[in-house]
């Protein structure tokens, strides 16, 4: 942030209001106990599949039967439970993966280059963004229903693959976008070839970002149902095996999984944030 | 489409090389194969089977080519109830979520400002619900607001709700859900735009007298316009096409089925794909117009 004038002015901007108008200062909290009170609203359904992953039910996951540690331990007992998870696991690396490389190619020559059809390959790239996941979904099924194709673990990957393409080319193009070109410039002037220019200067830079995007892909993959049910013919992913139980009642092992997914995805945005903020540090020490 | 409104904003202007079209068409080539191949070719299957005739003395799923516009006509009349109420459930969660994420996004993004380390801690709350199945935490309602839930009983002890009164299986039910699901969606994008606000527009509102509510309405609102719009947007499209919430194993019943629960039948149950594909064309067409009028209408269409 550039407005260290604009942060004192914001600090001296309410008191002499308060000062005119006494009845401020207590309006002034309702923002933050709404706020508070609606970040607690979002986490309930969280909280809700946490505490429910340690009931000690038998086949329903309805009513609180009291605490135990089983369900934790002994996840893969559930039925065809670990086989979806693992599947979910494979299509989103695989799909992170394709969709990662292909989508950051394509960000990179958008920003870099212009050539024809131009407005036409950026409205193909954010349409899919645009398209509802289930015209997605039936379009792909009809797609291979057309050709005859066989649905199963592929046909995810391929549906997973293009629509995490769009946001890989988003995400990663605002990095490169954001890249100052006399740096490359600065490695050819010194002799580099273009692919020493390429790796050691331009996709160090853009890693930041290509991980984001790899990241961002892998979870729109993971969590994806309604594409993957049209796509996924008999193969069950973990959402599309919750789908499936929902008829006859979750298991609490489906929340152990969901449990430990959402603790390593916090640690994950964590871990991240503190490493920025460290970089940071070092960067605002250094200027 | 949306998103374009992020990617676009902070682009240093890079002066391109003109020649090199080579690289160039190595890089796009592959990935915009893979999107012709698996989102373009696609959409134009739907338009053929959407217009498909049966297979005279087929069996179930049995079609041939055709040019049968009578399918539409028979879908969307036969679900046009479906499809009303896919688009109003959509509206009124879009409304409720813009109404509900603003006040957090302008917290975080304007009044949170001093403290980085709570604004990105009140972030990850915001995004966290990403993080847990979208199907478990519907479900988790599901089981919140059931018939001997706390809540239902705390409702009906105080008469908001009729003795035999449900929350789930009703509308109320699956907008809540939708609102409830898209709140991230339409908070991030709102906090993009509030975070870069210059307060001292603010101030300059209130210097001339003008009551905090009129600041608010005339210049708060109309300079986070890019914000309202891509979150509108983002939630929107997914909430129209949902058929989660609306589903009757998770918050809804066969008198809520929204558009999208309805292509889901006709596609893999019934096997009836040209009525599926007409549906999804009809679902995709109302959805580019509707936006197309929106944009246009609040006089952003730079952001596409």
Redesign the interface.
């Known amino acids: 942030m550039t407005a260290l004038p604009l942060d004192t002015a914001n600090q001296a901007g309410p008191d002499p209001a308060a000062g005119r108008r006494p009845r401020r200062r207590l309006s002034g909290l309702g923002l933050p106990i709404y706020v508070a009170l609606a970040l607690v609203f979002l986490l309930i359904p969280i909280g809700y599949t946490f505490v429910f992953s340690f009931n000690d039910s038998v086949k329903s996951n309805l009513a609180w039967r009291g605490f135990t540690l089983e369900k934790w331990l002994t996840v893969c007992n559930e039925p065809g439970l670990c086989e979806a998870f693992g599947n979910s696991i494979l299509v989103g690396v695989v799909a992170t993966v394709l969709a990662t490389a292909l989508g950051t190619a394509i960000a990179i020559a958008l920003v870099r280059y212009r050539f024809r059809f131009r407005s036409s390959i950026s409205l193909l790239l954010f349409l899919p963004m645009a398209t509802p996941e289930v015209v997605l979904g039936a379009g792909l099924a009809a797609q291979f229903l057309a050709l005859g194709t066989q649905k199963g673990i592929v046909t995810v990957i391929l549906a997973h693959t293009m629509f995490c393409i769009s946001f890989v080319v988003v995400t990663v193009k605002a990095r490169v976008a954001g890249l100052d070109p006399a740096l490359e410039e600065a490695g050819r002037d010194l002799y580099g070839s273009a692919a020493q220019v390429f790796w050691r200067i331009t996709f160090p830079l853009l890693l930041p970002g290509i991980l984001a995007a790899a990241l961002l892909s892998f979870a729109l993959s993971f969590d994806d149902f309604i594409i993957t049910n049209f796509n996924a013919g008999s193969v069950d992913t973990f959402p599309k095996f919750i789908y499936i139980a929902a008829a006859r009642g979750i298991p609490a092992e489906a929340n152990v999984i969901a449990s430990a997914v959402f603790i390593l995805a916090i640690a994950i945005v964590v871990v991240s944030q503190v490493s920025r903020a460290a970089r940071q540090k070092r960067l605002d020490r250094l200027s | 489409?949306?998103?374009?409104a992020?990617?676009?904003?902070?682009?240093?202007v890079?002066?391109?090389?003109?020649r090199?079209?080579t690289?160039?068409?190595v890089?796009?080539l592959?990935?915009?194969l893979?999107?012709?191949l698996?989102?373009?070719?696609?959409?134009i299957?739907?338009v053929?089977?959407s217009f498909q005739a049966e297979l005279p003395g087929g069996d179930i799923g049995d079609y041939v080519p055709g040019l049968q516009w009578q399918n539409y006509v028979d879908s969307a009349s036969e679900y046009l109830p479906h499809i009303l109420r896919a688009f109003g459930y959509a509206l009124v969660a879009t409304v409720f979520a813009l109404v509900?994420s603003y006040?957090?996004a302008?917290?975080?993004g304007v009044?949170a400002?001093?403290w980085?380390?709570l604004q990105?801690l009140?972030l990850?709350?915001?995004?966290?619900?990403?993080?847990?199945?979208?199907?478990?935490?519907?479900?988790?309602?599901k089981?919140?607001l059931?018939d001997e839930s706390p809540v239902v009983l705390a409702l009906k002890a105080v008469a908001i709700l009729p003795a035999d009164g449900h929350l789930t299986g009703t509308p109320f039910a699956v907008i809540f859900g939708l609102t409830?699901n898209f709140?991230?969606f339409m908070t991030l994008p709102l906090y993009t735009t509030l975070e870069r606000l210059?307060?001292?527009f603010l101030?300059a509102g209130?210097d001339l007298y003008a009551s905090p509510a009129t600041t608010f309405l005339k210049v708060t609102v109309p300079l986070s316009m890019p914000g309202i719009i891509s979150g509108t947007?983002l939630t929107f499209?997914?909430a129209?096409?949902?058929?989660?919430n609306a589903s009757r194993?998770?918050l809804g019943s066969s008198k809520t089925a929204m558009?999208?629960n309805a292509?889901?039948a006709n596609?893999?149950t019934l096997q009836n794909?040209p009525v599926?594909?007409a549906l999804?064309i009809i679902?995709?067409a109302v959805?580019?117009i509707l936006?197309g009028v929106y944009v246009r209408r609040s006089g952003t269409e730079d952001l596409?």
Do not use: C, H
């Open positions: 489409m949306a998103f374009a992020f990617a676009s904003t902070d682009a240093v890079t002066k391109p090389a003109r090199a079209s690289v160039a068409l890089m796009l592959p990935g915009i893979y999107m012709l698996f989102f373009l070719t696609p959409l299957s739907l053929i089977t509900i006040p957090i302008y917290f975080i009044k400002r001093r980085p380390l990105s009140m990850t709350l915001v995004i966290a619900p990403f993080f847990i199945s979208f199907l478990l935490r519907t479900l988790a309602w089981q919140i059931s409830y709140i991230p210059d307060i001292r101030e209130n947007l499209i997914p129209a096409g949902d058929y989660i194993d998770f558009l999208g292509i889901e596609f893999l794909y599926a594909a999804s679902l995709m959805i580019l936006v596409l």
